[in-house]
């Protein structure tokens, strides 16, 4: 092989690599694993806020069952007035 | 007194009240009724229960909005025993009308069961309703109980009353004698200032392919929950919450496990299954 085929091939190789850099450079890895990382902290933070409103209601119908009175049942031989049945 | 019965939410209807001061109190709790229906029911496509599913996103009118509230608040409670979402998972089990039509139905497709547990979200500012993506709403025994608690309130105004909408009833002003059948002979329960409701896989079920299936959603599965209940009738302080309560006892698993959860939660429950065993369970005596 002759030195000049030889540059050749460096140069070739050269401007492949170059290449190959750029476009790694250009697709932006890290931007990505920040953008996930964001993507999951936004869900997490979603989450909790869902979690908050839930027990918020939780709390609201707690207090709406205690402020009715308390109901009154027992099984009784009288004849019943009407008849409940699967809804 | 004076009686009123209707057919309205795809059941019967009847009003009880024990007073004569307004002889239109029953004509408007009779026409607020129907107009809940037309608000909160799945079957009819104008409803406005209809239209959110439909858009996934919508400002509602108060009454959606506080079922629906009442609703989320009851899955939370439940841990997602009680669900809302559970929409699709019935119209894929084959309740994908009214009862009534549905038994005019032959040949079912195959069944396969649908995931629940949609996000829904509620702001209470805007009036407005979100449902995630994919995700039904099906309101049914909760937005019948709901009414029959709106209703009651209207009628104890005049004096004491009963409303009782199929297996969702509440009383006030006075005690009522109300009857339950049972495999093993009727029990008549008297009860005041509260309300029962009774879920069962005895009345709306229909057969399809691999068997009888029923309206009682099993979230965790998607499917119409398995187990050895036939009925369970629980009391509570309002409709709407029995209405969770019973259901939250349905899909505990089977007559043991139901018994064990009205008793220690101290929630008066008629445990029937599908032996035709009967539990009278959670201090009901």
């Not at chain 2, 919450?241 to 505990?252: Q, S």
Request: proline share 4%.
């Amino acid at each position: 092989m002759t030195d000049q085929v030889r540059r050749l091939y460096v140069l070739a190789l050269s401007v492949l690599g170059f290449f190959l850099a750029w476009a790694g450079i250009a697709a932006h890895p890290w931007a990505a694993a920040a953008s996930q990382e964001s993507t999951s902290g936004a869900a997490l933070a979603r989450y909790e806020q869902r979690l908050r409103a839930d027990a918020a209601l939780v709390d609201e119908l707690r207090a709406q069952r205690a402020a009715l009175p308390a109901p009154s049942v027992r099984v009784v031989t009288l004849p019943p007035l009407t008849t409940t049945r699967s809804s | 007194m004076e009686r009123r019965c209707f057919d309205a939410m795809g059941t019967e209807v009847e009003l009880f009240l024990d007073a004569d001061d307004d002889p239109g109190a029953l004509d408007r709790a009779e026409d607020e009724l129907r107009r809940l229906e037309a608000l909160l029911s799945r079957f009819r496509p104008d409803s406005e229960l209809s239209q959110l599913n439909r858009a996934g996103r919508m400002r509602v009118g108060p009454e959606l909005l506080e079922v629906t509230t009442v609703a989320l608040a009851a899955r939370a409670r439940t841990r997602g025993r009680f669900d809302p979402t559970v929409h699709d998972a019935l119209v894929a089990a084959g309740y994908d009308r009214t009862f009534d039509e549905l038994a005019e139905v032959e040949g079912r497709a195959a069944y396969r069961p649908v995931a629940c547990g949609g996000r829904v979200a509620v702001d209470h500012a805007t009036s407005t309703v979100e449902l995630e993506e994919g995700f039904r709403l099906d309101l049914g025994g909760i937005a019948k109980g709901w009414a029959v608690d709106r209703v009651l309130a209207e009628l104890a105004v005049h004096g004491p009353a009963l409303v009782n909408a199929g297996g969702d009833l509440a009383v006030c002003g006075r005690a009522w004698p109300v009857g339950l059948d049972t495999p093993r002979g009727a029990i008549t329960l008297e009860l005041r200032d509260g309300a029962l409701a009774t879920s069962g896989r005895d009345r709306r079920s229909w057969r399809g392919d691999g068997g009888e299936r029923h309206h009682l959603i099993d979230p965790a599965t998607g499917s119409p929950a398995d187990g050895d209940l036939l009925t369970v009738t629980v009391t509570a302080r309002s409709a709407a919450e029995a209405e969770v309560l019973a259901k939250e006892l349905f899909l505990a698993g089977d007559l043991s496990a139901a018994t064990a959860e009205a008793d220690g939660n101290a929630i008066p429950a008629v445990l029937v299954s599908r032996d035709g065993a009967t539990v009278l369970a959670g201090g009901l005596r």
